[in-house]
């Protein structure tokens, strides 16, 4: 969603709106920022768990949204839950109008808003819109009948003059760049090392394709690392230790050496134009936009299903 939200803000600002973001704020950053063009607020948070940084946040951005209320005419929401619903009311006191874009596809076999689906069916009733990004997706909100009307189904993109495929020549240097190995047989994945992305699985699956080719190496590509400054409390302790384990599970397999964890990057156009197959077995997504990037790259790519999100744009 924030990178969504970057790409997004950065567009609108070309096409001349006007455009800022509210988010939480986390410790050393400024409260207020103008990045890429675009002014940023963020708004205070308190308390170490998790529940405790929403509820803060929920407040003091109904505060920042009351205050700049000058500032807006649309409130354009990417998350949507029962805490949302108190800057909700507020926009909507004042007249303005709240879109929701909804980027992940809920848990298989639960219901819109889990426990608290009465106030989820009533907050999604008080928007003016609702963008999905796949046909799945707009199926959950029909089979609940929650507004069909205001949904719009609009898929993501992919810059094409960035994600292509490279020649020969240039996946060599990319790969001389990259410290990679000009003749190993590279497998790339892009996301962060968490269990929703099943690299759990993917490790599982390595250690057998490593057994048979030896010239295969694993690329994971992405964030394996979740502590730090704003980072407090019991899901980031998970992530770490979920990330933690599979490489102390690749030292043991004495596999360290032939998987490479980039961490957090901004060059995954050249990490998938230096590879030679894109793996992508997570558990959960709205439309994973790096699978997109990866199929423009000319990557042949294995994928989990996906809810059938898969089935959309993969060709099995």
């Not at 929920?58 to 998350?79: G, I, K, N, Q």
């Not at 800057?87 to 992940?104: F, H």
């Not at 020649?167 to 190993?184: H, P």
Request: some cysteine; glycine content about 8%; proline content about 5%.
């Amino acid at each position: 969603a924030a990178i969504r939200t970057h790409k997004q803000a950065r567009a609108m600002l070309a096409w001349g709106h006007r455009v800022w973001v509210l988010t939480p704020h986390c410790p050393g950053l400024a409260r207020q920022q103008v990045l890429d063009g675009v002014p940023v607020v963020r708004a205070r948070t308190l308390g170490r768990s998790r529940m405790q940084r929403f509820l803060a946040f929920a407040f003091s951005a109904t505060c920042e949204l009351l205050r700049r209320r000058r500032e807006y005419d649309l409130v354009h929401l990417l998350s949507f839950g029962p805490l949302d619903l108190l800057p909700v009311l507020a926009a909507k006191v004042l007249g303005k109008r709240v879109l929701y874009q909804m980027t992940m596809m809920p848990p298989p076999g639960s219901k819109l808003g889990g426990g608290a689906s009465f106030w989820m069916r009533a907050g999604l009733y008080l928007l003016d819109g609702i963008t999905v990004l796949s046909t799945p997706m707009f199926r959950v909100f029909e089979a609940e009948k929650l507004g069909v009307r205001r949904i719009a189904v609009i898929p993501v993109g992919v810059d094409t003059n960035l994600f292509h495929a490279a020649s020969t020549s240039e996946k060599i240097e990319l790969r001389r760049q990259l410290q990679l190995e000009e003749d190993a047989r590279y497998l790339c994945f892009v996301g962060s090392v968490v269990e929703r992305k099943g690299v759990d699985t993917l490790i599982s699956a390595f250690e057998q394709v490593a057994l048979e080719r030896s010239q295969a190496r694993l690329l994971i590509v992405g964030p394996d690392s979740f502590v730090g400054p704003g980072l407090e409390g019991p899901a980031y302790r998970r992530d770490q230790a979920f990330a933690d384990a599979l490489k102390g599970r690749l030292q043991a397999a004495g596999l360290a050496r032939r998987v490479v964890f980039t961490g957090r990057t901004d060059r995954v156009v050249d990490y998938l134009r230096a590879s030679d197959l894109f793996v992508f077995p997570s558990r959960r997504e709205g439309l994973p936009n790096v699978l997109l990037e990866a199929m423009a790259t000319a990557l042949p790519c294995i994928v989990s299903d996906l809810d059938g999100v898969s089935a959309e744009i993969i060709t099995d």
